[in-house]
């Protein structure tokens, strides 16, 4: 598939999560919106074509971008090896620092302090990735569908800590204010839109245009809109 | 109940008495249907009666009110001295002296035999399981199908089902039997072997209620015959009269039916 | 055109191996005490007592008629307010009993129903009281024909378990959800599992119809 | 900045969409009702081979969970070069699932009904199809109402599943609000709420088709 | 099966016959269980039949083969001329020219006596909806129930449900009618006008074949009683000679059981 099918087909077909904000989040009249959902409109303007958004989960946007029923995901995909085995990878077009919260008395200052604790995750995102890899073997890793899920296990003591964006973090401080603070900072998490392995010409298309949205700062726009600050310089300079 | 209950209050205390049963002015209702209609019936220690009548007359009503597989709205039963409408305690004890045959055996599917016989003495008796299978035994003997006793209902054929059915019910040692149609699910060749039985039991003295077309068994049997129609009592007597100078109309018509 | 490649899920075959044993683990435990809760409730329902029918009654239409998923949810997540904390299997166990114990409370009572009156009233007529009746005489027969409604719904508890992965617990479907996260190769994940489920479903079939022939042996009338 | 409360809106989109739960038990139990037809009458077929492919097509469709079957369908059709749309896609798995659940429970019905019943038929020299449409049929499907509405509680219950494959109906729906609004107990209890008004009148109808049912055969 | 038609084509085609019904050798297994064992068996047009015998002993299988409710694994049966062994439309043609009447009346609960009584007609023979009805009427007048028709089994007793069976089966105007024990899931005081019907029938020269232990109905209407007793015929003859003077020792011990 080329970006000349697309265009003459007129719409794009693009995968997003819904369920993650503020990347992707269904706003009060119940459309896709969110930083993944400007980003993807941005994107079908510059290529002129109808942008058709496909709401997709964690667990199953991969399956939905190999089995074609989407284009592309602008779908917080964080780049990783692993991931980079099955999909392409534009280069990044957002980026997360992902942390370890929990109760303020919870103490945790290192990696090793996880040792046999419960820590909560979604379901294989990039917390879980990250998290998996820097934790001791004995801690107790549960994993959820969602990050509101993980959140909700914090808040019902349900765990003792849940790897999360800062992002989140953000809303975990607005639902219970004082209660829980960073442990950890493990990782910096750069964000790429995917398309199927194999795909160059298409890629080259969509690197050009996070190239392009990136020098004439629209990017930076949209970031400043969903997440109150500049797109960071981790993300800007790569 | 409450009116059953003075009636029972003002009929006084008898003291005990040679009645097996005693029903005085009984009446029964299904909702709005009038099923025994002042019912009066005295049955002596040792008697045999045999309760004859058309179909939803009210026979099977009649003998499930001996042992209070029905309840009464109006009026008094006593049995072997026990004033059922009192209630309490003595519906158990009833219960525990009268044995009861059906029309569909009713045996326990998932029991033996002889698992059927024993259950109700050791659980309500609280006789040894030994003791209990003694008794059984000496009962499936009496019927003639000791070789039977480890085998399942099914594999029984009708006339076998009956007989143990009343080897269960002597089990409890009761001293009244009630039997309703005991043998009309039977094919017409296994008749004969419950029939056979039932006179033995009647030989040895035992107070018998048995509603039956059988006309044979009740001639050669019965000390009294009684015919109920809708609810009522409407012939009583010894077979001989009964059955060849019958004067109610209805009894008339009914004889020249079955016969 | 996509190429099948199974070599990640066969490299992590032992975890979904745990995870079909956590699953039969779990519907066998919810199983075992839902049947208990289903007779217990079966009987309450018999009860003369009304305020303990409308109990059980409330209890059966709102379990069967609201999603397993959301009553996990509630277990999980809510059940911590009142100071009730449960791991993810254990609340997971709990909601499946929850579960099972009403659709078989209400098979229960249709196996009970199903008692010829005329076993009750024989078992009366012989002085048996309510309690000795109803575990004597009508306990083993109903659940005899009931059974195959029983296993049914066990098998059907089996398959909706795959749901409470959702809590974090580590039952066969959530073994398959880690690992196609780690290795992606969903579709080969999935048939795999697909096919585990199935074994075990049909394993169950196999083993139930054993345990029928042992448990009901007295033959039934024709 | 970005978690807003859970308000009168949210409400409202999470029972809006319960019009996809409606529409997915809607064509299930369509598809169903037909597929599960076909598949009791090959279950008491005196053929052998239609027998033994209805048996063989239970076993796997009740053996196998609803969300692995969505899936397959879904992106195993589509990863096998034969696009399919969702709708076809949840169709046919949701079609597949209620054929074999309902092919099982209208074979009870039939096998119900008193030999007598066929025998009678048959002496009076109707054959199989007049055997089937005036006889057995109308008595199966009296006794049959009971079982199949409380199969389509299971069914709207079971659509939720259809997540996976991208319908947002009234699960996913409230799981998408949750992660917006983090107000799980409100969000969940209006889901529950909303299923059980779906789902309750069904049970009660199936409730009262039972004992209207079994009044009239043991009369 | 193959025998079964082997047999068939050597006992030669014998051209249309006074013969009702012709059974020539049959065998008949339930897996193992021989529940025929070489039956030979001529009834001739008009002649009515009645079969007695112990329970299990294979009369209802008898006539439930007569128009293949029952296949056979071995022997020939001709009914009205038609091969029934030789199989294919043969079968269609036995069915629609015998009524059956069963034990359990197996009326279709959701239709009414009417409907009952036209379905065939109307869906086999393919008779206009009015022609039927009209002939329906004239035999619910004849079976003595014309009032019921428009009323569903259930609110029927049984002795009049059992002569709506009947009636039915003469919608389709049978050349043979077979009966399958009709009055013994009677009340006693139902058999009477069921057997009346039947000897009814018998009087108008119907040809038939009745499973029955109604000794009475036998004596007065059957041309020939048959014992059967383990899937065979023991003994059969005119009534008086068998009751009376049986010669078959089983014979003898059935009917004392019966009587
Ligand atoms: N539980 C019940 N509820 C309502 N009516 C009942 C009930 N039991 C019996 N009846 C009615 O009471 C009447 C008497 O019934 P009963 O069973 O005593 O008759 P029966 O003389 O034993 O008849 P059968 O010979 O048919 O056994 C019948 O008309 C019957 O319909
Ligand atoms: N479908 C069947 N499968 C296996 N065995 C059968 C079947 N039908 C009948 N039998 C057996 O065949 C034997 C003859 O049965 P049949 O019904 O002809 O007896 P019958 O003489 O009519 O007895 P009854 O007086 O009880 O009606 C019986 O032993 C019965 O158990
Ligand atoms: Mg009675
Ligand atoms: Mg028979």
Not at chain 2, 3 to 14: D, G, M, S
Not at chain 2, 129 to 136: L, N
Not at chain 3, 124 to 148: D, N, Q
Not at chain 4, 36 to 51: C, E
Request: positive net charge; aromatic residues 8%; proline residues 4%.
């Amino acid at each position: 598939q080329t970006v000349e099918t697309i265009k003459s087909a007129g719409t794009i077909k693009i995968g997003m999560m819904v369920d993650f904000p503020p990347f992707g989040i269904m706003n009060t009249s119940n459309e896709p919106d969110g930083y993944d959902a400007d980003v993807a409109k941005l994107l079908g303007t510059e290529w002129g074509v109808k942008v058709q958004i496909v709401p997709v989960t964690g667990p199953n946007r991969i399956p939905y971008l190999q089995s074609n029923q989407v284009d592309l995901l602008v779908a917080s995909l964080g780049i990783t090896e692993e991931r980079a085995k099955n999909v392409d990878f534009s280069q990044p077009y957002a980026g997360i620092s992902i942390g370890v919260f929990g109760a303020s008395d919870t103490k945790v200052s290192k990696p090793e302090d996880l040792s046999g604790k419960t820590i909560g995750v979604a379901r294989a995102s990039t917390q879980d990735t990250a998290v998996t890899k820097v934790a001791p073997k004995d801690a107790k890793i549960q994993r959820f569908d969602d990050d509101a899920s993980a959140v909700q296990a914090l808040l019902s003591g349900q765990v003792e800590l849940i790897g999360v964006s800062n992002v989140v973090a953000t809303q975990i401080e607005q639902a219970a204010p004082g209660r829980f603070d960073q442990k950890l900072q493990l990782s910096q998490q750069v964000q790429g839109i995917a398309v199927r392995k194999g795909s160059a010409e298409l890629l080259t298309a969509v690197n050009a245009f996070v190239e392009k949205a990136k020098a004439d700062g629209e990017l930076n726009k949209i970031h400043e809109k969903w997440l109150g600050s500049p797109l960071p310089d981790f993300v800007a300079k790569k | 109940m409450t009116e059953a209950k003075a009636n029972a209050t003002v009929a006084a205390v008898r003291g005990t008495s040679d009645l097996a049963v005693h029903m005085e002015g009984v009446n029964k209702w299904y909702g709005a249907f009038h099923a025994l209609n002042n019912v009066n019936l005295e049955v002596s220690r040792g008697e045999r009666i045999v309760i004859c009548g058309p179909s939803g007359s009210g026979k099977s009503t009649l003998i499930r009110c001996i042992n209070q597989l029905e309840v009464i709205q109006q009026g008094r039963i006593v049995v072997d001295n026990h004033d059922l409408t009192a209630g309490g305690k003595n519906v158990d004890l009833v219960r525990q002296e009268t044995g009861m045959v059906f029309q569909s055996f009713n045996l326990f599917p998932h029991m033996t035999v002889l698992e059927n016989c024993t259950l109700a003495p050791m659980k309500v008796r609280g006789i040894s399981k030994v003791e209990a299978e003694k008794t059984a035994r000496r009962f499936l003997e009496r019927v003639r199908i000791p070789e039977q006793a480890e085998k399942y209902p099914a594999q029984l054929s009708g006339g076998q089902q009956q007989r143990v059915a009343i080897a269960r019910a002597l089990c409890m040692n009761p001293k009244i039997m009630l039997f309703d149609e005991p043998t009309s699910a039977l094919d017409p060749e296994m008749v004969k072997e419950v029939l056979d039985t039932m006179i033995d039991l009647a030989k040895e003295g035992m107070t018998m209620l048995c509603v039956t077309h059988e006309m044979g068994f009740a001639r050669q049997v019965a000390d009294r015959v009684i015919f109920m129609d809708r609810g009522e009592i409407l012939e009583m007597g010894p077979p001989d009269t009964f059955f060849d100078n019958p004067k109610n109309e209805r009894l008339k018509n009914f004889l020249g039916q079955i016969s | 055109m996509y190429t099948f490649n199974f070599e990640p899920v066969l490299a992590g075959f032992d975890k979904l191996l745990i995870g079909a044993l956590v699953t039969v683990q779990l519907s066998c435990a919810a199983m075992v005490i839902g049947l208990i809760v289903s007779i217990l409730c079966a009987a309450g329902k018999t009860s003369r007592v009304a305020p303990l029918r409308w109990v059980i009654d409330a209890y059966i239409e709102i379990i069967r008629n609201t999603p397993f998923l959301v009553q996990i949810f509630f277990i999980f997540f809510g059940l911590p307010a009142l100071g009730i904390r449960l791991s993810p299997n254990s609340a997971a166990l709990v909601a499946l009993v929850v579960n099972f114990g009403a659709y078989g409370t209400e098979i229960i009572r249709a196996g009970i129903e199903s008692i010829q009156k005329g076993q009750i009233e024989a078992g009366t007529a012989l002085g048996l009281s309510k309690l000795k009746i109803f575990r004597y005489i009508i306990m083993k027969p109903a659940l005899r024909t009931v059974y195959p409604a029983l296993t049914s719904q066990f098998i059907y508890l089996m398959l909706t378990s795959s749901v409470v992965s959702a809590i974090s617990a580590d039952d066969l479907a959530a073994a398959g959800n880690d690992l196609q996260s780690a290795t992606f190769a969903s579709f080969e994940v999935y048939i795999v599992i697909t096919a585990m489920y199935l074994v075990m479903s049909i394993g169950f079939s196999a083993v139930f119809s054993m345990i029928e022939k042992v448990a009901f042996r007295y033959p039934l009338s024709r | 900045m970005l978690i807003r409360p859970f308000g009168w809106n949210e409400f409202l989109i999470i029972v809006m969409a319960a019009q996809w739960t409606i529409a997915l038990s809607a064509i299930a139990f369509a598809g169903g009702g037909v597929g599960g037809l076909l598949i009791a009458l090959a279950r008491v077929s005196d053929a052998r081979w239609p027998r033994l492919l209805a048996t063989g097509f239970i076993r796997i469709f009740q053996g196998t969970p609803l969300l692995m079957q969505l899936f397959l369908v879904f992106f195993g059709m589509n990863i096998l070069g034969f696009a399919i749309n969702p709708w076809i896609a949840a169709a046919v798995a949701l079609t597949l699932h209620a054929s074999a659940f309902l092919g099982e429970i209208w074979r009870g019905c039939i096998e119900a009904i008193p030999p007598g019943q066929r025998e009678a038929a048959t002496a009076l020299g109707l054959r199989y199809v007049n055997r089937m449409r005036y006889i057995i049929l109308p008595q199966a499907s009296r006794i049959a109402v009971a079982p199949t509405v409380g199969f389509l509680v299971q069914l709207i219950k079971g659509t939720s599943l259809a997540a996976i494959i991208g319908f947002t109906e009234l699960t996913r729906q409230g799981q998408i609000i949750n992660n917006a609004t983090f107000s799980p107990f409100m969000v969940f209890g209006t889901v529950a709420a909303v299923y059980f008004v779906l789902c309750w009148p069904l049970s009660l109808l199936a409730r009262r088709m039972e004992v209207k049912f079994s009044r009239s055969t043991t009369r």
